[in-house]
């Protein structure tokens, strides 16, 4: 950024006061806390794959990279990823080698080799600047034979407690509440991810899957099976079980066992459960076996919590259809705070086009129908609020004064501009508006 457009935003901003970057009635959908972490979940009903159109067009692939873009989550975890035979564009499913580079195209744009080599014409990057990165993809290695689970990260995937950094499936043998086995037919994807240290007290593990869809007592059952081995696994592997000892009972085969995670790292799961009505999926994650119990998923054993997400403005709960509600993040809530939880969609009751978020608002033809488009899901989203790192209590007293004025805004455009590690305050190792956001922020909180 050229220095001096960036003094001058600094002094406006500094001098006004940050805007609010959550105010959905004026199209405002970002984070109020460039600290928060985001995590957002979305079916996106095989848009995600290497032979589609992937132009700034009427598609769903251009509604996928604009909604993401929008809302710019720091971690996307996605379901139905990769099937070219259900998106109708191709044959067959994608390898995991294939639907990495997918992804980076999603994001970064580049050359489509999968459609004639011509240039990708919608990526995220195009609409947000290269401020905005999901520069980091696990594609699962499990499958149905039509299409895997993904997480893109705005973090780097690292091995948090020595069982490894990434692993798409688990296998049990039978203990407790869990007759053993597996997660079902697509697995369950598990990425341990490493924060920034200068800002985050612990990391963060995020679980991704897609639950055995249908109707019938089968596929009831098999949903069931699954999210108890599910709790299990959470409880046991990453929690001890309240031991202190990862898989204390030796009933984990795969993966290998590893460590219980530290006091300040959350494990945040979610995906396409395919709820049950009233009692499914997500209690049984979020429980174990017993509601309000002491075999809790939570690391405290209590229940960890299941969204409660609304969209904003017409307050409606489905994230397909009228009134399903199908899609879920489960968190650790004695350790992850959720500021909001929403749900995005671009109509329902009260909605304009002024609160529809650049650039969806700018989707071609008809901006309301982008999420349609899409998927027939709707992304489901929560704004953590995770523990912070013991840090200077002044972090933008940049002159060593005890006190905050133009000094420290001198000061910190200077190290901005020499790239210094002082002003890198993402703690990313790279410089850009998010530092700026970050250090207006420190700014606007003053000096103890």
Not at 1 to 8: D, E, Y
Not at 272 to 291: C, S, V
Not at 303 to 313: E, F, G, N, Q
Request: aromatic share 10%.
């Amino acid at each position: 950024m050229n220095r001096s457009i960036l003094t001058a935003a600094l002094i406006t901003t500094i001098a006004a006061g940050a805007n609010a970057q959550w105010d959905p009635q004026n199209g405002e959908w970002l984070k109020s806390d460039s600290t928060d972490i985001r995590v957002m979940t979305w079916n996106v009903q095989d848009g995600i794959c290497s032979s589609n159109d992937k132009g700034d067009t009427f598609g769903d692939w251009n509604g996928i990279v604009r909604i993401i873009a929008s809302l710019q989550p720091d971690i996307l975890i996605l379901q139905e990823c990769a099937d070219n035979s259900g998106n109708g564009t191709g044959s067959g499913i994608d390898s995991i080698a294939t639907l990495e580079n997918v992804a980076d195209l999603l994001v970064h744009g580049g050359t489509d080799i999968y459609n004639g080599n011509v240039a990708v014409g919608s990526y995220v990057q195009l609409f947000t600047g290269t401020e905005y990165d999901l520069p980091h993809v696990y594609v699962s290695e499990a499958n149905d034979g039509f299409n895997r689970n993904m997480i893109l990260s705005r973090y780097p995937f690292t091995d948090l407690n020595g069982g490894g950094a990434t692993f798409s499936t688990f296998a049990l043998v039978p203990d407790a509440y869990q007759t053993g086995g597996t997660a079902g037919i697509r697995g369950y994807q598990f990425a341990e991810i490493d924060l920034p240290d200068e800002i985050y007290a612990g990391d963060i593990v995020v679980g991704n899957g897609h639950l055995k869809a249908g109707g019938n007592s089968s596929d009831f059952s098999q949903r069931e099976l699954a999210s108890r081995n599910i709790a299990y696994f959470i409880d046991y592997y990453y929690n001890g079980a309240g031991t202190g000892i990862s898989d204390p009972n030796n009933r984990i085969s795969v993966p290998s066992t590893g460590t219980v995670l530290d006091e300040n790292t959350p494990v945040i799961v979610g995906g396409d459960l395919n709820q049950n009505p009233g009692n499914g999926p997500a209690e049984f994650i979020a429980r174990a076996e017993f509601t309000g119990g002491t075999d809790g998923t939570d690391r405290d054993r209590s229940d960890s919590s299941v969204d409660l997400a609304l969209h904003p403005i017409s307050n409606e709960a489905s994230t397909q259809g009228g009134s399903s509600k199908l899609d879920y993040l489960i968190y650790q809530d004695s350790i992850a705070t959720a500021r909001r939880q929403f749900i995005f969609r671009s109509t329902g009751s009260g909605m304009s086009i002024d609160d529809i978020p650049e650039p969806a608002r700018s989707f071609p033809v008809n901006p309301f129908s982008i999420s349609g488009l899409s998927s027939d899901h709707r992304p489901v989203l929560i704004d953590f609020i995770l523990p912070e790192a013991v840090a200077d209590p002044c972090p933008a007293d940049f002159t060593g004064e005890g006190q905050l004025n133009f000094l420290d805004v001198s000061a910190f455009l200077t190290a901005y501009g020499k790239m210094e590690a002082s002003a890198d305050f993402t703690g990313e190792g790279q410089f850009n508006f998010l530092d700026v956001s970050a250090f207006l922020t420190q700014y606007g909180k003053g000096c103890p």
